[in-house]
């Protein structure tokens, strides 16, 4: 079965500041994808980044990073230059390519001016 | 292009009415699936389709009914309601595995 952990439930950072929020997952399928989704408090759940088990590079849109390790299974989202509007809740999941995604419990990022 | 379309945005129940929740896209995604977020808990499976007529049981399906009829409409419904039902509820649709369109999701509670 898969699993998803993000172990930090808040986090805070100062404005124009650098952020990684935590996680890490467990799946016994090779092939998989990892994601992560922004759901500010008007509860839309908007899009940010993907990541395949097989992508060399990590990826990067934008402000946004995910730090990939696979041998440690984990698929940190790295936020630069933080702004007011990062303020939201941060959902990381994965799929094994079945479409049926598993998500993370959350972690809610208050971004401090 | 109006994406995943879901109504109502807010509905109250008394415990044991029925009720259906809607959700239309206009993408022609095969793949539309319905969640629950409850605090803490991030986002549940409920139920999913891989395409018109075909539908499957997620993580939590007791309590819901699905149909699929066409590529475009992937209604939820609850037959009667109960309090662990209150929830917020996401429809999301997708063509292939590189990630979801969103509802802008559904605000159930149940007394």
């Known amino acids: 079965a898969q699993k998803i952990t993000q172990t930090q439930p808040g986090m805070f950072v100062q404005e124009k500041e650098a952020v990684t929020l935590d996680c890490t997952y467990d799946?016994?399928?090779?092939?998989?994808?990892l994601f992560w989704y922004k759901q500010p408090s008007s509860g839309e759940m908007i899009f940010l980044i993907y990541q395949g088990s097989y992508d060399q590079q990590n990826a990067t849109e934008g402000r946004y990073s995910l730090n990939f390790q696979k041998a440690r299974k984990s698929a940190n989202l790295v936020i630069s230059a933080s702004q007011l509007g990062d303020s939201a809740m941060y959902f990381c999941a994965m799929n094994n390519y079945g479409q049926n995604f598993v998500f993370g419990p959350g972690t809610r990022l208050s971004v401090l001016p | 292009n109006a994406g995943v379309t879901q109504t109502p945005k807010f509905q109250v129940l008394k415990t044991g009415q029925s009720m259906t929740l809607q959700c239309a896209q206009d993408m022609n995604h095969e793949y539309m699936s319905w969640y629950r977020q409850d605090p803490g808990m991030g986002l549940r499976l409920i139920h999913y389709s891989v395409g018109a007529g075909i539908t499957d049981q997620g993580e939590v399906p007791n309590g819901y009914n699905v149909s699929r009829s066409t590529t475009e409409d992937f209604p939820l419904r609850l037959l009667s309601a109960a309090p662990s039902q209150t929830s917020v509820y996401f429809c999301?649709?997708?063509?292939?595995?590189?990630?979801?369109?969103f509802g802008s999701g559904t605000r159930l509670t149940v007394v």
């Open positions: 799946t016994s399928d090779p092939s998989y994808g």
């Open positions: 999301a649709s997708s063509q292939d595995s590189n990630g979801y369109t």
